[in-house]
Nanobody, 123 residues
């Protein structure tokens, strides 16, 4: 069965950095795009970043562009989210997801989801 397991979340101070990882297993992910979404308490889940299978193209939410970087290592079936210059508004549970084909900013397009990892930015 397909599993996505996120790691790397935690508590960090304003201006700090974290790197999230998400490792997929259970099938071949050749040709699968990967994405990161987040959900803050009391809010709907929102798009953060997504990357094509090739790693050659990616997209970011306006709120994180220039601070976050998505990357992947297909040999390890792992996608990363490097988060720099964190602010309290980045506090949320971060989810990774994967879908066959091109990337998407819409969560409804994703086939598989991880369980999430908590990121808390303290001021």
């Amino acid at each position: 069965q397909v599993q996505l397991v996120e790691s790397g979340g935690g508590l960090v101070q304003v201006g700090g950095s974290l790197r999230l990882s998400c490792t997929a297993s259970g099938r071949s992910f050749v040709g699968y795009a990967m994405g990161w979404f987040r959900q803050a308490a009391g809010k709907e889940r929102e798009f953060v970043a997504t990357i094509m299978w090739s790693g050659g193209a990616s997209r970011y939410a306006d709120s994180v562009r220039g601070r976050f970087t998505i990357s992947r290592d297909n040999a390890k079936n792992t996608v990363y989210l490097q988060m720099n210059n964190l602010t309290p508004d980045d506090t949320a549970v971060y989810y990774c997801a994967t879908r066959a084909g091109v990337y998407s900013i819409y969560e409804r397009d994703y086939d598989y989801w991880g369980q999430g990892t908590q990121v808390t930015v303290s001021s």
